[in-house]
């Protein structure tokens, strides 16, 4: 069963970030908001593989095998979201890259200034 | 031994070895890298040909399975027919494309072979989360490819495609967890096998957001702004892999994955043929040549899309390979030529593409890829065009033909309207002064549309008697001092006999 406090968390992280996409024409508070969608969505993750009064998917002891299936926790999303994680950084490291060069071009982040395209 | 060389996963191996050994070679020298990295693309290009070559004489499609057990144990990536015409198209242009790029900095032709091979990964891959992973190399690499141009114009298109894609992704990922939620695999085989089992919000909402990715991947009709100021301020070989590789991958995915939208299917049609119709409807007052290709390339995803969707609904799966493999080799072929050709030019405004009225093989060129573009026989996208039509013609969908047939005229009518016009104000500007070199690989995106050309009408048992208004257009050009009443004639003797 899936922690739905943790998951409903993620998913008010993600509208947050949305919302942050659509009200802000700053570029820096833009890779902000991207970041917190990206947040939420690793929370997310996370929650979907969780088990309630689960332990780690490690067969020892504390863990048989039969009781694997229904008490440890999944760790596919687990190996998903650290994978999603090092993506999510490379992303936003390139926004920031551009991010400097947009604001040595025109010095400001405002993107109104950005004038010679439609946004 | 040879096919173990020329394994499918060592397309992988080749262009991330590449990706390594690119940045050392480069302090051996300049002449090294270039070695490098056109070796690299040629390998895959060797290695995507020959799996294309065994399976189009019938061989079975090859499965690569990872860690040696299989899904949903493993990540499994395939390579059939549909993958190969896909692979093997993408890296031909790609290794056309590479001489474009050698003088450029090492860290360009790494980010080069990235793209390439992440388009390969996209392509190949059977599970769901991987294809996320494929997708971000591709885009990633794409970022670093769009800084090849510094003008604050190319820099804010570039951070509007960022924001764009990166929103995609993100939508990518929260619909693959959200359908592994309800699913419990990653498998996309066995998520269409387990179809059954997405029901309920997580699962509607998981589907929906894989579905958003795509389409706003593939640029659709208004919401494509972002693409089309790429196509137009980026390095002219990069705006090509973007419209003819990355669209390509992206549209693949979207095949892939098309059966578990089966109730979403008139909606994806319907958006394809919007795309399709009103991108072609805004390329009529296009005054700049690359946002004319922009728009055209956007309107024929639109169509790839549209076709996707219809020939899923109606299962014809041979009619739908043929469609879909004739449409994509005649848009990635054509499309590529023609923004390398923007680039050779230089030249922004449409008329200015009279100085290639010069070189008498530079304007047979650019003819030959605008007929290709509009569909025109013996171009592999009449073929596919047609056998679209008549699937259509045969399900009674008759409003979607004439959906398919208008967006075309409208394709054809600015094409053609930009071709009389470079014509008619030839000598008004200035003459070309680069070589005829970097012509070639144009040249060769000319011959391959002609050659798929004729396979397609093979493969769909027609003659070459349908080209016969190309063959007669290139005779009437030749007769071009005959008097105008005697043409007419020849015209009316030519649909005559061709109606007969």
Known sequence: MTSNVVLTTGLALILIGMWGLLTHRNILRIIIAFSVMGTGTHIMTVAIGYVTNGTAPIIDRALNLSEAPVRAVDPIPSALVVTAIVIGLAVTAVMLAYAIRLYQSKKTLSIDAFTESKW | ?500
């Not at chain 2, 890829?369 to 679209?388: E, I, N, S």
């Open chain 2, 1 to 500: 031994m040879v096919s173990s060389f020329l394994h499918p996963l060592n397309i992988f191996i080749v262009g991330l070895g590449g990706g390594f050994l690119i940045p050392l070679l480069s302090r051996l020298g300049k002449r090294w890298v270039a070695i490098a990295f056109i070796l690299s693309i040629a390998a895959m290009t060797l290695i995507s040909g020959f799996s294309f070559l065994i399976l189009l004489q019938g061989g079975p499609p090859i499965d690569i399975l990872t860690g040696g057990s299989t899904p949903p144990y493993s990540i499994n990536l395939r390579l059939g027919l549909a993958e190969a015409v896909f692979a093997f198209g993408v890296n031909l242009v790609a290794l056309f494309g590479s001489a474009y790029f050698v003088r450029e900095k090492y860290g360009t032709m790494v980010l080069y072979l990235l793209v390439v091979m992440g388009i390969q990964g996209m392509v190949m891959t059977r599970d769901l989360f991987n294809l996320f992973v494929f997708l971000e190399i591709v885009s990633i690499a794409t970022y670093g490819l769009l800084s090849l141009q510094e003008t604050p114009a190319a820099l804010s298109a570039t951070f509007k495609y960022l924001m764009a894609t990166i929103l995609a992704s993100t939508f990518f990922l929260i619909g693959t967890v959200l359908l592994y939620g309800a699913t419990g695999v990653l498998n996309i085989d066995d998520l269409i096998a387990k179809s059954g089992l997405i029901v309920g919000p997580i699962g509607f909402t998981g589907l929906m957001f894989l579905l958003a990715c795509l389409l706003l991947e593939l640029k659709p009709f208004p919401a494509n702004g972002w693409g089309l100021d790429v196509y137009e301020t980026a390095h002219s070989g990069v705006a090509a892999l973007i419209s003819g590789g990355v669209s390509a991958g992206v549209f693949f995915a979207l095949i892939k994955v098309l059966p578990l939208f089966k109730p979403q299917l008139d909606l994806i049609a319907a958006l394809g043929a919007t795309t399709f119709v009103f991108s072609n409807l805004l390329g009529l007052q296009q005054t700049k040549a690359r946002r004319l290709l922009g728009y055209s390339s956007i309107g024929q995803m639109g169509l790839l899309t549209l076709a996707a969707a219809l020939l899923e609904q109606s299962s014809a799966d041979e009619a739908a390979f043929l469609v879909i493999a004739g449409l994509f080799v005649n848009h990635l072929f054509a499309k590529v030529g023609l923004f390398w050709l923007a680039g050779y030019l230089g030249k922004e405004r449409l008329q200015d593409w009279s100085a290639l009225v010069g070189p008498p093989a530079a304007i047979f060129v650019f003819g030959i890829l605008l007929a290709a573009l509009c569909g025109f026989p013996p171009f592999p996208g009449f073929w596919a065009k047609w056998q679209l039509v008549m699937n259509l013609a045969a399900s009674q969908r008759y409003i979607w033909i004439v959906i398919v047939l208008f967006g075309s005229l409208l394709e054809a009518a600015y094409l053609f309207r930009w071709f009389g016009q470079i014509l008619q104000s030839s000598g008004k500007t200035d003459r070309l002064s680069r070589s005829s070199v970097a012509l070639l690989p144009i040249f060769a995106m000319a011959l391959l549309l002609a050659t798929s050309g004729c396979v397609a009408a093979f493969l769909m048992g027609l003659t070459l008697w349908t080209s016969i208004p190309l063959i007669a257009g290139l005779i009437l050009y030749l007769l071009d001092r005959v008097s105008g009443r005697t043409k007419c004639f020849g015209v009316l003797a030519l649909t005559l006999v061709g109606g007969i």
